[in-house]
């Protein structure tokens, strides 16, 4: 495990990475490579890294496939993540879409790459703010990820103490939350409004104009340009035409994707473009 990972074994970790979850994992990120992958040689019981890379260039076991692209991303989260995004999304999307949709009475919202939950369970804190007046709409969250480490975390809703210090209102903890043993767990009602998926952005999405908000945030910086634009023309698929997409705030489609317009300063969200329409 402690043997040093070789020119050749890095390269193809960089290409697997690449192909397989859209990552660009850089130049000189062996010691990363090193620490994430030994552990999961331990867990495994393999006798050394070069087993793991002999097993991985081999294709066909695809769980282990799954748990090298798991080991390798970073699933790093708090609730109400960039405050002002969530802010803009409780003062200006939520009551806008409740506007727009008042005939179909429906509100569908995907929060891609949602890690152990916080945003999901964040932007559904937000819907129950209006829930008196969405009582008799269908109203739901679908939050995916690829690791499903990070998923089970997400659907038992159940956070530490230092998790709930991140970015959680006190008033909101008291609301929605109870204690069970040492963790905190999310109540039912929040929880039955958002359903959790594992689904790798990569492939394809079959998501047709499903999405009234979708929220991407933080997960495209790790991505090379050409997976990020095959993700983003995805999203625009996914998303309606009069929808709103949330990235992370130090992320940019600029030179990426022209199927979004370019928030107006002061709006933490994009829209899709007329050429967007266009395109479809
Ligand atoms: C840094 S976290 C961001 C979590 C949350 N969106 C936020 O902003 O706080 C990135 C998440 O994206 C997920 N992710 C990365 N690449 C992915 C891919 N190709 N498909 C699906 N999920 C992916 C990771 O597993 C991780 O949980």
């Known amino acids: 495990v402690a043997a040093p990972l070789s020119d050749s074994n890095y390269r193809f970790l960089r290409e697997f990475l690449h192909a397989r979850i859209g ?3 850089g130049e000189g990120k062996e010691y990363l490579a090193l620490s994430r992958l030994g552990t999961l040689v331990e867990s495994r019981g393999l006798p050394s890294l070069s087993a793991l890379f002999d097993l991985l260039s081999r294709p066909g076991d695809t769980a282990l496939e799954t748990a090298v692209a798991e080991a390798m991303v970073t699933g790093e989260t708090t609730f109400f993540r960039t405050p002002a995004a969530f802010e803009s999304l409780r003062r200006d999307v939520i009551p806008n879409l409740m506007r727009a949709r008042a005939e179909t009475r429906r509100l569908r919202i995907w929060s891609a790459g949602c890690s152990t939950g916080q945003e999901p369970y964040s932007i ?3 819907l129950a703010e209006h829930m008196s007046e969405l009582s008799h709409w269908d109203v739901s969250i679908l939050a995916t990820d690829l690791s499903e480490h990070a998923l089970r975390q997400a659907r038992a809703g159940a956070y530490t103490d ?3 210090r991140r970015g959680l209102p006190p008033a909101m ?3 929605h939350f109870h204690r069970r043993d040492d963790r905190w767990v999310v109540s039912p009602e929040i929880r039955k409004l958002v359903t959790f998926e594992t689904r790798n952005l990569v492939d394809l999405m079959a998501f047709r104009s499903e999405f009234d908000v979708v929220m991407l945030k933080n997960v495209l910086i790790y991505f090379f340009a050409d997976k990020k634009r ?10 309606k035409d009069d929808g709103y997409l949330f990235l992370g705030e130090s992320e940019t489609i600029l030179g990426i994707s022209s199927q979004f317009c370019f928030p107006p300063t002061g709006l933490e969200y994009y829209r899709p473009s007329a050429q967007g329409l266009a395109d479809d």
Request: proline residues 0%; without cysteine; charged residues 30%.
């Open 173 to 175: 903890l008291d609301r």
């Open 162 to 164: 230092a998790d709930t």
């Open 23 to 25: 990552h660009d994992l």
């Open 230 to 239: 095959a993700v983003l023309e995805g999203v625009r698929r996914a998303i």
């Open 124 to 126: 559904a804190f937000i």
